[in-house]
């Protein structure tokens, strides 16, 4: 909880503050890496940084973290601690790193408003800083607790076993552990942190959502190709789809993610478009693994059946669930050769499906794509509470951090 002594400080500095945040974080990011290059070898996306998706949502975070303990000083915002947390803890991020991290952003705070930090302004933020690092400390130390590892146990290395092209830009690999230590089951809907060498020699890592359920020797992810197409393609990706074949050794995560299937026995709804069906396929895996007699209603979009990754694992696992449908839309036309319950031209329209009571509804996809939907459910009376969702990278959305307004 914020002091007494910091909230009016906070209250009247949030504005400025919240203005700019963006080049706040644009300078500190430069500060930090400028002092220590070692982090992009193995802890920060590069990608990311150059696109300059990380700084947007460091500020984010830190704005809505602010804003939330002026607003509602008696809680803290969990679902975005959470889901920093997680990523966090799936790159063995410790909390010494955090001491560093204070010092730069301080920098950049000073370096921008200059005059304007003064030592109570310093004092204020400073606490903010630390209840936010302390609140993601303790939780990333009771997400390792759960896992059995530590920040420098985190990874370790698999064997590629199959390696499946799924579509002309998505491949599967289905990896078995080198090692006898303990592995954890991984919850449904987790991803891994996969820590990949570069030609330059810097390891960079990304997340990649666990598409099947695991049997306590083997794990399974699937990859998809950046392309260009105007912008830096993707090094990582390309490089995994080109170059690590059966017999290599890829270094991994134990699993972590806060987008996991409840256990509440509610019926439930996967809407996903493109290579957001990843983190669904997990889900099913683990449903039929389970012997799931729950109401389940898969509904996908894509450009057509070639685009649709993993399409046969899913219709399978589908299939073989009593009370589960499908449902997909091709914005190339409604021509499928899949046995489905339906198949739809153009987007994603839940008006062309019947969506079943009290559901709980999980969206992965492009951002547009998950906007439209989450929107369009909202407006059907679907309160926000029984709605998840997973961005691939920074989350520049934290759509469960605004409030929405009332439907109608």
Known sequence: MLSDRSRPVIEATLPVVAEHIGEIA??????????????????????????????????????????ALVKT????????????AHKHASLGITPAQYDVVHEHLFWGIVDVLGDAVTPEVAAAWDEVYWLMA???INQERGLYSARGVRPETVYRDWEVTEKVQETPDVVTFRLRRTDRRLVRTSLPGQ??????PMPDGVRQPRQYSLTRADDGEHRQFSVKRVRGNGKPAGEVSNLLCDTVGVGDVVTMSAPFGDVVLDDS??????????????????????????DSDLPITLLHADLDEESFALRQQVLDDVRALPHA??????ERGPESTL??????????????VSLPDDATYYLCGPLPFMKAVRSALLERGVSPRDIQYEVFGPDLWQADLVSEPSPG
């Open 26 to 67: 644009k300078r500190f990011y430069a500060h930090l890496f400028g002092e220590h290059p070692q982090l992009f070898d193995g802890v920060f996306n590069r990608g990311n940084q150059a696109e300059g998706t990380q700084q947007v949502a460091l500020a984010g975070s830190v704005a809505v973290f602010a804003s």
């Open 73 to 84: 000083p008696e809680e803290v915002p969990e679902q975005l601690l959470s889901r920093i």
């Open 134 to 136: 302390h609140a993601l």
């Open 191 to 196: 991803y891994v942190t996969v820590q990949v």
């Open 265 to 290: 026995g509610r019926p439930v709804v996967f809407a996903s478009a493109g290579v957001g069906i990843t983190p669904m396929a997990g889900m099913l895996s683990h449903l039929r693994a389970a």
């Open 325 to 330: 449908s499908a449902h997909v839309w091709y």
């Open 339 to 352: 046995s489905l319950d339906g198949v739809h031209d153009g987007q994603l329209d839940l008006d062309d």
